[in-house]
RNA sequence: CGGGGCGUGGCGCAGCUUGGUAGCGCGCUUGCUUUGGGAGCAAGAGGCCGGCGGUUCAAAUCCGCCCGCCCCGACCA
């Protein structure tokens, strides 16, 4: 490709609307331009990076027998009702109707329509195992859109879906799946983790997720070296126990002494003998949550216990618990509570649900009563709950995930298979994605350096950036144009930055572009009868012998 | 949905406090020069100042409503 005919419009300064890394390097190198929030057009070289993404993924998806299909985008509402999900997902499922009135939703994710294809299709178990995929677009109505093309309203995912016979079998298919993204992952260059996962909405049992560590994430995952790895959704720790105090419950006077930080200053105590209480409301009434004041709620291990909740307010915490923020607690409190297991034991400084004091000496089982259970955030430096050792914490972006499924689709939808005694059986299902435009995203995210994008060789829209200096030179020229030709001849893709812009543009746009490799021909190297190489990763340089150059170009090429 | 910020030529921004008919840098066009690190000189083109309404002799500027975009939080296959 000659840069004079390639549309790729770079520019000199970050937008003003960009945060992330990935987000300003891919609007400035010209491969994507924002239509609407969550809304992007990819240009010509974002998209054929995408495409590279796209090829290692069927390539990978193929080699484990899977195969692909394509299903619509838009749905029949009945399907979605079927399982529940039109009911159960809210705002973030795009609905319409069509013509005749009929309600429709445009695609989330395809669990519906490829149980229904199944429900239709397979009958016996000698139809099984099956593995279908397709890479094709979603749309959610995404509460918030951000960091460019890392959360997006459209945007393009692999998703397959495995179906057997029974657990054994959705095992083996789960593994092969792991494999396969692995091999994806790392064939495109980026670092990642595999962690367990919360399976949310998608239903099941078992879930992981595929994450590749960048500062423009949005989960974070708890890590130990002896292998256990977990999204902070469900991460587990042991905490430290501090020494305690003497029970025996008193009232002590703190007065306008509220938060955790102030009480703990107020008595000279550790914020780990003081039991933080939060106030939430669900549907079914309010609920106490309690932490150790050394601790933080972790929100979706608590949703998991006690439904959709929400905090309450300052008039609904001094409706039901006659005290108001800050010293409120679980003695005397008649309602449901749910307290972490680490205030199984211990004795703890409470609120009074008084204004103006707390307890201390309170012990659960003593002096108040409670549902324990795992609902604090792990903190860095804490105990890993199988080895021991020390975990670690870091951001990360979900760039793919795999769920173990059950029948939770398959018999809603019917998708069943008649087994070799001849009885109906539910199909076992999985389900696996891959955001490719998320890879993109963190390739650049975890590669780039100031001057610009540095691509990994597998997904680079370029191997090989061709600078020619003086596109009016003839001698330069000829001498680019054969390079260029004997390069193309051996497979490479190059590009051939043959614009009449000054020498500064196009080493800066090279830069910018972050092909791997950049090849300089101007007036020094036509006078040495040579020609000069730049990696782009690292900066390391090299001249060839003009004879030669395509060739030792192809091997330095092949070498990283 | 809650909180915050922003909206002025293609891009990045100033002007708004104290109303008086829009400016800077980059980019773009033409010419000449230049040619190994975002070139120089000269001449140009390009803006209903996000929208609607109000106040006023007069609104980019003041007031109200709305829309859009970004960030934090909630949410999130």
Redesign the pocket.
């Known amino acids: 490709m000659r840069a004079s005919r390639l549309f790729f ?12 890394i990935s ?1 300003k390097l891919m609007i ?1 190198a010209g491969l994507v331009r ?1 239509l ?4 992007y057009i990819y240009l010509p070289l974002g998209l054929k990076v995408v495409d590279k993404v796209c090829r290692i993924i069927r390539e990978e998806m193929n080699a484990i027998g899977a195969q692909e299909l394509s299903m619509p985008i838009l749905h029949p509402a009945e399907i979605w009702q079927k399982t529940g999900r039109w009911q159960e ?4 499922m795009f609905r319409l109707k069509d013509r005749g009135g009929r309600d429709m939703v445009l695609a ?2 395809h ?1 519906e329509v490829i149980t229904w294809l199944a429900a239709h299709e397979i009958r016996s178990y000698r139809d099984l195992p099956q593995v279908w995929y397709q890479i094709q677009t ?1 749309l ?1 109505d ?7 093309i890392l ?1 997006t309203r459209e ?1 393009i ?1 692999k ?1 397959s879906y495995s179906f057997d016979t029974d657990e054994e079998s959705l095992e083996q298919n789960y593994q092969l799946h792991i494999q396969a993204y692995s091999r994806i992952f790392q064939r495109c260059g980026i670092r990642f983790y595999m962690v367990e996962s ?6 099941g049992a078992t879930a992981h997720e595929f994450m590749a560590p960048s500062a423009a994430g ?2 974070e995952v708890a890590l130990c070296p002896c292998g256990y790895s977990a999204n902070l ?1 469900l991460a587990r720790s042991v905490p430290e126990v501090p020494e305690f105090p003497q029970a025996g419950l008193e009232e002590i006077a703190t007065p306008d002494v509220r938060t955790i930080d102030e009480v703990s200053k107020f008595l000279n105590v550790d914020p780990a003998l003081l039991i933080k209480s939060l106030l939430v409301m669900t549907d079914a009434g309010p609920v106490l949550a309690m932490l150790r004041g050394d601790q933080e709620l972790q ?2 291990k608590l ?1 998991r216990i006690i439904g ?3 905090p309450a307010s300052p008039a609904e915490i001094q409706a039901i618990t006659g005290a108001g923020t800050g010293f409120i607690g679980p003695v005397g409190l008649n309602l449901r509570k749910v307290a972490d297991e680490s205030l199984e034991r211990g004795v703890f400084i409470v609120g009074a649900n008084k204004d103006g004091y707390h307890y201390k000496g309170a012990v659960l089982g003593h002096d108040f009563e409670t549902e324990l259970a795992d609902i604090r955030r792990v903190k860095p430096d804490e105990t890993c709950p199988f080895c021991g050792k020390r975990l670690s914490i870091e951001q990360v972006i ?4 795999i ?1 173990k499924l059950g029948t939770k689709y398959s018999e809603p939808l019917g998708a069943t298979y008649l087994n070799e005694s001849g009885k109906e059986q539910n199909i076992i299902m999985g ?5 490719p435009a ?1 890879i993109v995203a963190a390739a650049i995210e975890q590669l780039a350096d100031e ?2 994008i540095i691509w990994p060789v597998s997904i680079a829209p370029f191997a090989i950036h061709v600078a020619l ?2 596109p ?2 003839s001698q330069q020229t000829a001498i680019a144009e054969k390079l260029y030709a004997d390069l193309m001849a051996a497979g490479a893709e190059v590009l051939l930055d043959d614009r ?13 572009l972050g092909c791997p490799l ?1 090849v ?7 006078a ?1 009868g040579s ?2 190489v ?1 990696v782009r990763h690292g900066g390391e340089e090299h001249k060839f012998e003009l004879g030669t150059a395509a060739d030792n170009i192809l091997s330095l090429l092949d070498s990283l």
């Open positions: 419009p770079t520019l000199k300064d970050d937008p003003a609307e960009a945060e992330a987000h400035r924002q609407a929030a969550g809304l997902i809210g705002d973030e989330m994710t669990e979603k959610r995404e509460a918030r859109p951000k960091s460019g959360r945007f995912m998703d919360d399976p949310g909405m998608m239903g949005e989960d959704e929100d979706s949703n959709t909740h929400r979900e760039i793919g995930n769920f389900s696996y994605g891959i955001g998320r001057k610009g200096v003086q009016a030179d009449a812009v000054s020498p500064g543009v196009k080493f800066k746009d090279a830069e910018l950049r300089t021909i101007g007036k020094r190297t036509v040495e020609v000069e730049q």
